[in-house]
């Protein structure tokens, strides 16, 4: 089964560069230049997911992905908005605008290509992901359990909940603060280094089986999940 991907974008060399990326990756790759054009081909083609940029001519990005979660047809459609750096990135993160990723410009096609398997798989499940595997490591999201190979890894509550949020966001950096939004929640008033003490916890738990590679420092900036090492 291939997948279509709809790519949204007016900017003709950054939207050929995605399709060349997502062709390669085995995707069927459409592409749209406007709002009101995508309007169409969704209705028409029926894409398992859109790549939308926020910057368009006519309705903006944002609106439109509004539009979409307002239409009964396309509440569902998975929708990963493309965002310019700086004020953009942070709205969409800070609004819960009902788009389920975003990709911050310029990125890379490996973390684009990532962002798009990881948010087809989620939805794939209808939404309620059980589970979720990177290499021999799985985590059992109902069973609250991590498998590495044939075994099952003991690991501390605070450690699970944070290993699931990085896998499930692979190849973005997180800082500190904002693991702590996600993680710990945005009630919770802590210290940035209980970060790092969790992230410590969590590499000596995944030492034995060498996936502590994949819980990567960025320095200056804060961690990442990436199985490229
Ligand atoms: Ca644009």
Redesign the pocket.
């Known amino acids: 089964m291939t997948e279509k991907i709809l790519i949204v974008?007016?900017?003709s060399a950054i939207r050929e560069m995605i399709a060349f990326n997502l062709q390669r990756d085995g995707k069927t790759p459409l592409q749209c230049e406007s709002a009101v054009e995508a309007e169409r081909v969704i209705a028409d083609e029926q894409p398992d997911l859109v790549l939308l940029?926020w910057?368009?001519p006519g309705i903006s990005g944002i609106e439109f992905a509004r539009r979409l979660r307002r239409d009964d047809t396309t509440r569902k459609l998975p929708i990963i908005m493309l965002t310019a750096r700086g004020a953009e990135d942070d709205k969409v993160h800070g609004l819960n605008s009902g788009v389920d990723d975003y990709i911050v410009k310029p990125f890379s096609s490996r973390e684009m290509l990532a962002r798009v398997n990881a948010v087809l798989r989620r939805g794939r499940d209808g939404g309620a992901e059980d589970k979720v595997s990177v290499g021999d490591l799985t985590i059992d999201y109902a069973a609250h359990r991590l498998h590495i190979g044939d075994g099952i890894v003991n690991i501390g509550p605070t450690e699970f909940k944070l290993l699931s949020f990085l896998v499930r966001h692979p190849e973005r950096v997180y800082s500190r603060s904002q693991l702590l939004d996600h993680v710990w929640g945005r009630n919770a008033y802590l210290e940035e280094r209980t970060v790092d003490v969790h992230i410590r916890r969590l590499r000596q738990t995944l030492e034995a089986s060498g996936h502590h590679r994949y819980v990567q420092t960025v320095r200056g900036a804060g961690y990442r999940f990436s199985t490229h090492i």
Request: glycine residues 0%; hydrophobic residues 35%; without cysteine.
């Open positions: 974008e007016d900017e940029d910057m368009l």
